[in-house]
Every structure is written in C-alpha cells, then in structure tokens.
C-alpha cells in the first residue's frame, strides 16, 4: 500500500512539474539558471567604460555641470553556434552565429550589431519547418505574396499549402488581405546569410559570478527555429552559451535627475534600451 501510495505520490509531482512548466517555462529558465554554475564565459570586452566615455565624453556630458556616476558591467546571454551551410551549389561555408538569448535574434553583423526581426516570434509560436517554407518566402519577395504565387515557388497540393497558411495564419505570422498574405511582424528581417559577420575572431573569458541576465529562450529553441529557418543543408557543429559584456554608464544630470546608456564592450556603440528590455 505504501509503495502505491508513493507512486501516486510521485506521478502528482511529475504531472505538476509537466503542468507548471507548460503554463510558466519562464520560471524554468529562471531555475535552470540559478542552478548553473559560478563560472561561465563572456565575449572578451574590447573597449572599457573608461574608452567610451572618453570617445562620448561631448554626447554624455552635455556641460560642466553634468558629471560620471560609477560604471556598471552587466551580462546578457548569447548561444555562439558554429555552423556549415551551403552557400550555392558548388560551395559550402563555415562560420559562426551569435544569438540572442533574450529577445530571439541572430546578430547578423558583429560591427554594428545589426539583428534579424522574427525569429523570436517564430520561436514563441513554435514554427515548424513546414510553416517556414511560408515564411521564408515571404519574407524573400519583400513580406507579402498572393496565393498563385505561393502556389508556384512551393511547388505542393492546394490542400497542404492551404494547411501551411492557415497553421501561420492561427499562430498569428500571417494575416491575409484579400488574395494576398503577408508577414505579420513589425519590420520582418529573416531572409539572411546563416553566418555572423566578424571583425575578428571572438574571444571569450571565464568568470566568475557577476551580474548576469536569465535567458528567456533556451538552446534547444533556438537550435531548433535555426534549423527549421535555414534548411536541410545547415548544420550545427558545436554550441556554447556565452555572456556578452554591457557597459552601463550613469551621467547626473544638473537637475539630480540620472540617465544611464547602454554599451556594446566588444564593438563600442551605444545599445537602445528597447533592444535590451524588451
């Protein structure tokens, strides 16, 4: 009886876990977290909170009565894949992909930290390889298409094409306007190069502690919308979790008022908050 009673026991435990993280898998990212160790490897910080307010000094001190409160590193998660796609029929390439582990995007060039916009949508509504046939070739011809067309680039019955639109019409990536379908995201920018463009090699450092920022997208979600993004021809060699350094610089203003920007340690320029928080 009691054993029964124990397996009773358990299975109501496995069945919450399973429950509770269906309903909040942010506090999962949040436990997985805390529980991973002390130690853990950043992009190495190429410019100091000394060299950038130096190089900002006239945009961040607007006059002599504004003046430097203590700089702040923080750290925010990125999965750094190495990566071969085929880049034409004769040719396949090697590189690297930086990926934000927070808002759901690929850094497509490191210099000027420019990213994608719809992969994190895409990985929140759980989009499978077939609905990206749709959404892949909408966004090549500029977001939106009519059905013909659709119809003629994909090459597949009317019944399943019809499925495909409709899976992404109900996960709310495609909104239809008569006879014509388009991306429903604010400036969709998913039609790349599955690459990171480098300056130079990136080097990472051990750490230990410091303020970091949980992720809100694991590894495997993020593995998982690259390969359903890219194709058959793209493959994952290795995958790392990496923290890229932020610099957080406070000015006081006249007032004692405080504004604090944000900054890329591994390329300088400035970060919007926006990109950061939201």
């Known amino acids: 009886m009691k054993r029964i009673v124990s397996l009773l026991l358990l299975f109501s435990i496995a069945a919450s876990g399973w ?18 160790p002390d130690n853990f490897h950043t992009l190495e ?12 000094t006239f945009a961040l001190l ?13 750290y925010y998660p990125y999965l750094l894949m190495e990566v071969k796609y085929a880049q034409d029929k004769l040719h396949t390439n090697k590189g690297v992909i930086l990926w934000d582990m927070i808002d759901g995007e690929m850094v497509v060039n490191e210099q000027n930290w ?4 719809g992969f ?25 298409m009519d059905r013909e067309h659709l ?13 495909w639109i409709e899976s992404c019409r109900k996960k709310k990536l495609v909104v239809q306007s008569g006879n014509d379908y388009r991306l429903h995201m604010n400036s969709p ?17 051990t750490f230990h502690k410091g303020g970091r920022l949980s992720r809100r997208f694991s590894q495997n979600e993020i593995k998982g919308i690259a390969q359903s993004a890219f194709g058959a021809d793209f493959v994952i060699n290795k995958s790392t979790k990496v923290y890229l350094p932020v610099c957080a610089i406070t000015v006081e203003n006249p007032d004692g008022s405080l504004h604090t ?8 320029k400035e970060l919007s908050f926006y990109t950061l928080f939201e």
Not at 45 to 56: F, L, R, S
Request: charged content about 30%; glycine content about 4%; proline content about 2%.
């Open 19 to 36: 429950w509770f993280d269906k309903i909040h898998p942010e506090y999962r990212t949040l436990v997985v977290d805390f529980l991973s």
């Open 45 to 56: 910080i190429k410019y100091t909170a000394e060299q950038i307010m130096d190089t900002h």
């Open 62 to 74: 607007k006059s002599d009565e504004h003046k430097y409160l203590d700089s702040e590193i923080k």
């Open 114 to 117: 420019e990213k994608t916009s």
């Open 120 to 144: 994190g949508d895409c990985i929140k509504a759980k989009v499978q390889k077939s609905e990206f046939k749709i959404l892949n070739l909408l966004a090549q011809r500029g977001g939106t």
């Open 151 to 163: 119809s003629r680039h994909l090459l597949v019955e009317n019944e399943i094409l019809d499925s």
């Open 189 to 205: 920018k998913m039609y790349v190069t599955p690459e990171t463009t480098l300056d130079d090699k990136l080097v990472t450092k």
């Open 261 to 268: 920007s944000y900054w890329n340690t591994l390329n300088g």
